[in-house]
């Protein structure tokens, strides 16, 4: 059985802080890892993926990965009130389909 | 740049009635997901084809769900003698075959059956 775990939240961070977001998972040959935001009623929008351990940085996000630990998360600098939405982990095995986590709702604070 | 693209966006049903929904994947896409998601959950993968071919199902898709994609392009998804339990967003996903494979996801389609 293939799963992802995700704090639900809500967390709540002020703007401007750094969010962080986390994520774990079961399978040990899982090889993909991705990211996506998820605004109320619309669909998920991919906004990083990561493949290697290690740090990937896109603009104000950062994801890291850490196979040994099977842990992966996700970093949102300089928060922003149009950062609040629901951001969901997903990871890939060796076959195609993505297996997601329950989300993790984030509010930003003005 | 056309994304991938949903029909219809919302859909009321009766119990029992059948209902279909149509997507149209990015243009050099050859790979089309179909998830579910229902609230406070994350996407559930139904089906996906490369190409034509249908190359998996989950374990969770009932007699009562069949997807095509006849000519490579388009899909359609079908569910017959719809549930209440049926109620949910169906979101479609395409990607390349090559590389890793990142999927881009539709606006959905939201079924309600009253």
């Known amino acids: 059985q293939k799963e992802v775990e995700q704090n639900s939240g809500p967390l709540s961070v002020p703007e401007g802080a750094i969010a962080s977001l986390n994520c774990t998972y079961s399978?040990?040959?899982?090889?993909?890892f991705f990211w996506y935001r998820q605004y109320s009623g619309k669909s998920p929008e991919l906004i990083m993926s990561?493949?290697?351990?290690g740090d990937k940085e896109d603009g104000r996000f950062t994801a890291q990965l850490n196979k040994a630990s099977q842990y992966v998360s996700l970093l949102i600098r300089d928060s922003q009130p149009s950062d609040s939405a629901t951001y969901l982990c997903?990871?890939?095995?060796?076959?195609?389909?993505?297996?997601f986590g329950t989300g993790t709702r984030l509010t930003v604070i003005p | 740049d056309t994304g991938v693209s949903q029909d219809p966006r919302h859909k009321i049903t009766k119990r029992g009635q059948n209902v279909t929904f149509r997507c149209d994947p990015i243009?050099?896409?050859?790979?089309l997901y179909w998830y579910r998601q229902t609230l406070g959950q994350g996407p559930e993968f139904l089906t996906y084809f490369q190409n034509e071919a249908q190359l998996e199902k989950s374990r969770l898709l009932s007699d009562r769900f069949s997807a095509e994609r006849p000519k490579g392009s388009f899909s359609t998804l079908e569910i017959q003698r719809t549930e209440q339990g049926d109620s949910a967003m169906y979101l479609c996903?395409?990607?390349?075959?090559?590389?890793?494979?990142?999927?881009?996801f539709g606006p959905g389609t939201r079924l309600t059956v009253t």
């Open positions: 243009s050099e896409h050859n790979r």
């Open positions: 399978d040990r040959v899982s090889q993909s």
């Open positions: 997903a990871v890939q095995t060796g076959a195609n389909n993505l297996f």
């Open positions: 996903a395409s990607s390349f075959t090559t590389g890793v494979g990142e999927q881009y």
């Open positions: 990561i493949y290697s351990n």
